[in-house]
């Protein structure tokens, strides 16, 4: 057996990767505020496009960590802790 991650686990890495990376931005930076932005509840998603968000995908890999979005976007702000929890999930998701 190969000692690489498996993808969906490296997909996951990346994910958490750039949700760090935009939670350590401004707040009135163009990406964070799209990250973190409200749906409408009138709004429909295009029947072609994905359901879940990226904060939806994020909030499914930090469950497995027992940890909510804003426990999350605290832990962000803590670099060396943020890519120790990506490298963990790289190995063990």
């Known amino acids: 057996m190969s000692e690489q ?22 707040e009135l930076a163009v990406a964070s505020q799209i990250l973190f932005a409200q749906l409408p509840d009138n709004w429909r998603r295009p029947p072609v496009r994905p359901r879940s968000t990226q904060i939806q995908n994020v909030c499914n890999i930090l469950s497995s960590f027992v940890m909510e979005l804003p426990e999350a976007r605290e832990a962000a702000q803590n670099r ?6 990506m490298n963990h999930s790289a190995v063990h998701l």
């Open 5 to 26: 991650p498996t993808l969906s686990c490296i997909v996951k890495s990346r994910q958490l990767s750039v949700f760090g990376h935009v939670t350590r931005m401004n």
């Open 80 to 85: 060396p802790f943020w890519l120790m929890l």
